[in-house]
């Protein structure tokens, strides 16, 4: 069925207001869904978004060329293949695990506690605005080894560059503006890269500047497209997270209070959370040859975006897909965080989040500090829950009342 037949479009004022109501439908009628405006496929069955992201020959990460290059100022992670991949892969993946991880859960905890502090005598704050989206940027500067006192002109520029990845249609006023915030972001970094060369810490931006791929040192070219993606990749979902997983605890208080007593079950809260309502709902791949989905061809050349929330929501996949339930035996806490996760709110096959350890390290630890302090937490009254974005979305904010603590 095409848009013609059903009226319906994934660019809606509709769909964007609730796309969960719409997945149903998509999966069942309308499952290689055709958007003429952007002239691109939207598949949303779970068998199809996988078979998309596991098979490398017949879709490619070349829409990335046109979708992410011009702000990453050069190549990301997803965009390589073969050997390049997989040593700069490994680099990326060794900042992201074993001791480094260690290191950055303790900055992790400084910067939750430290952000946190001017609002519990209040017993008021917005968990998205307060909270989530200063710590998403501290935290990753602290990765990278950026200055935390640079973190409103970062942010501001990564607004600008997730803009631009995350729109489905720009126009040119906006494009300028996201081209503006990526130069700015890049001539930012540029003589931060020229330091690190000379006077290496143990910091990630050090350590791409150090790393050596077939004996030769990255560009800086290179560097800065990496750490664009780091930031990018590790500040843009985490705030939409940690808010999507407080407002499920709140909106069913029996699971809250079964986390507030074993707080061993946030993992799966959090694995849960992500696969009921994944931070990334596209994940987009150029086809490089025709294709055959449910009986409709997808032609070699176009752009395929695969709806990570509706698959993730798929009965072929999961039991009773739209409850959210931390207990769920089909759940796999444990594989939710690695490569064989059920869900596909990381990615799956080649390119699958390098950041998942660090994901959930992340928000299981602010989490878990929050959850103690937020004692009674509940929505601030008259707030009004609402949600934005098709690609990364989440809660526009999430203002909670709670116990103010003296
Ligand atoms: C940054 C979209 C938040 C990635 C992207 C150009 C590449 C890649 C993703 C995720 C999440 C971001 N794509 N991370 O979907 O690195």
Redesign the pocket.
């Known amino acids: 069925m095409s848009v013609a037949d059903t009226g319906f479009s994934v660019l809606s004022e509709d769909f964007a207001a609730a796309p969960h109501r719409s997945f149903a439908r998509l999966r069942e009628q309308d499952p290689v869904h055709y958007e003429p405006a952007i002239d691109s496929y939207f598949l949303s069955r779970y068998e199809d978004v996988k078979r998309v992201l596991t098979d490398h020959e017949a879709f490619t990460?070349e829409t990335?060329v046109v979708?992410?290059?011009p702000?990453?100022r050069g190549p990301?992670?997803?965009?390589m293949t073969g050997a390049e991949h997989t040593a700069k892969r490994r680099i990326v993946v060794r900042a992201f695990t074993g001791p480094a991880l260690q290191d950055q859960i303790r900055a992790i905890h400084a910067n939750a506690a430290e952000l946190l502090a001017p609002f519990l005598a209040r017993g008021r704050f917005d968990l998205v605005n307060d909270f989530g989206k200063p710590f998403a940027i501290h935290v990753t500067l602290d990765v990278l080894g950026l200055d935390r006192r640079d973190w409103q002109r970062v942010a501001a520029w990564h607004s600008g560059v997730?803009e631009f990845?995350?729109s489905l249609a720009l126009t040119p006023e906006r494009r300028r503006h996201c081209m503006d915030c990526a130069e700015q972001l890049e001539a930012y970094l540029l003589p931060v890269i020229e330091q690190r060369r000379r006077n290496p810490g143990d910091d990630l931006i050090s350590k791409l500047c150090t790393a050596e791929f077939d004996g030769i040192a990255m560009s800086d070219r290179d560097v800065i497209a990496l750490i664009?993606?780091?930031l990018?990749?590790s500040?843009?979902?985490a705030d939409k997270t940690l808010a999507l997983l407080f407002k499920h605890l709140i909106d069913h208080p029996e699971q809250l209070a079964q986390v507030r007593r074993d707080p061993d079950l946030l993992a799966a809260a959090i694995a849960e959370t992500l696969r009921y309502t994944p931070?990334?709902q596209?994940?987009?791949r150029q086809a490089e040859e025709d294709s055959v989905f449910a009986g409709t061809t997808v032609p070699a050349g176009a752009t395929v975006f695969c709806m990570i929330g509706a698959a993730n929501r798929d009965p072929g996949a999961f039991t009773a897909p739209d409850t959210f339930d931390i207990h769920r035996p089909d759940l796999g806490t444990a594989r939710s965080f690695t490569a064989a996760a059920q869900h596909l709110s990381f990615?799956t096959g080649l390119?699958q989040?390098?950041?998942a350890a660090f994901a959930r390290a992340e928000i299981e630890t602010v989490a878990a500090m929050l959850l103690p302090l937020l004692d009674q937490v509940r929505y601030s009254p008259g707030f009004r829950y609402q949600e934005a974005g098709l690609?990364?979305r989440g809660p526009l904010s999430l203002s909670l009342d709670f116990t103010p603590v003296r």
């Open positions: 990460t990335l979708r992410a290059e702000v990453m990301v992670l997803a965009q997730a990845i995350t664009i993606n780091v990018v990749a500040a843009e979902p931070p990334v596209l994940i987009p990615g390119h989040c390098v950041g690609y990364t």
